[in-house]
């Protein structure tokens, strides 16, 4: 699949405690790695619009098929660590899947 994708996000109440959840599904094609990255930073910032907008949420879980390995930048940027566009790096090797067949 190669076109949009999405994310969908709820927030409910259980046991006195606010939870956000959101669901996502990244792009599977190895030579979108930019679409990767925009589509994850738009994801972080929607987490941080929807909580300041909802505010006092008590966990954020954010779940799905993100198409990236751990050891990829994106997902390490999800972790906490910020991207660093100081480098080049091939679009196909963005996700970390490029060792996977």
């Keep these: ?37 925009w589509q994850t930073v738009a994801i972080l910032k929607s987490i941080q619009r929807i909580v300041e907008t909802e505010g006092n949420v008590d ?9 990236m390995s751990p050891s990829s930048i994106v997902y390490q940027h999800i972790l906490g660590s910020p991207l660093d566009f100081n480098f080049q790096i091939e679009q196909n090797l963005i996700s970390g899947l490029h060792n996977n067949k």
């Design 59 to 67: 966990c954020v879980v954010l779940a799905g098929d993100f198409n």
């Design 1 to 37: 699949m190669d076109g949009y994708h999405v994310a969908i996000a709820c927030t409910f109440e259980f046991s006195r405690k606010k939870i956000l959840v959101l669901s996502y599904h990244g792009p599977w094609n190895k030579k979108r790695g930019a679409m990767l990255v």
